[in-house]
């Protein structure tokens, strides 16, 4: 080949870069000026909460480091408020899949105490850990052993006196099959006791799911039909609309705005929505901290639901307890509960 025609092949392939990149960020533009657009208007008043929002909370809860008193703190803070669910978490798993019993010791205590306190609240074993089949320390969901591990925790967790199962496994590809076998082999081991878990977020505008997977190295983003089998399966979802990457609080809210539309379209009106509000300030990212909040999800949350119309099982779930600050909570009353 002489070097001209090396030459001229060079520069073609530079051609072609340079207008996919050109196409890339246009289509970026106008991904983001679509966002900014939902982020737009006025909430209706009657879109609040509807008393079905949720909680996510730490393993010091069943690992013995918090106590009856500290039940008592957090019980006056959920009294009056639209929290009727709460994830504990129970776990790590370990990567086999096993959950073992001394992952909880406090277990039977904190249930005891939270039944005398909340006993409208309902109680789900948080569960999860890292999933893939790569060289890295991973859970291998397509592994049957290491499957029937995770339902025989689930169901001593059931035993034990939790009223459901929450699962959190990351990062869960979009049509991952034994994610799928799970849950069903997760149902038949708790019977209609609730099955929940946490998603993650859906493909916003058709075409950006490859791209982000081939920036961040795994699927950020599930399709429609992947998130509609997931819901088939559970009786509650909660989308982790956090985490987005966008750089604007007013793109993080058209963002919320997106996934909770996107989202009462796909999950039938008898089970529950949830949408996840980050209740956190460590993104990792400078950005992320400024543009993402409690009040900014619910704000997005209530514009979504003031379009679709009134909707009675959606809520906000709060990540995470532990990490949630006053100003977090202020928010969640006043932009969420008692929205003025």
Sequence with gaps: MTTRRVLGLILRFLRWAALAA??????????????????????????????????????????GRRTAEDVDALAVRLRGSGIRDVYVHSGPLDYDGTLRADKYPNAQNFLKWWRERLPEVRVSAWLGQ???????????????PARERIVAGARALIDLGFDGIHYDFEPVPDGDGPFLSMLRETRQAI???????ATQQIEPFPGLRHPSRLAIGHDKYWSSDYFRQVVELTDQVAVMTYDSGMPLRSLYGGFVVRQAEIAMGLVPEDKTLLIGAPAYHDHGVTWGDAAESVATAADGTRLALTEHGPRTDLGLALYVDFAATEEDWEEYRTAWVDPR
Excluded: C, E, I
């Design 130 to 144: 890292k999933v893939g089949a790569d060289d890295r320390p991973r859970l291998d969901l397509a592994d049957p």
């Design 22 to 63: 050109a196409v890339l960020v246009l289509l970026g533009l106008a991904a983001a000026g679509a966002l900014r657009w939902k982020f737009a208007g006025t909430p209706a008043p009657w879109a609040r909460t509807t008393g079905h929002d949720a909680l996510w909370m730490g393993h010091a809860w069943v690992d």
């Design 191 to 197: 019977g209609t006791k609730p099955l929940t878990t």
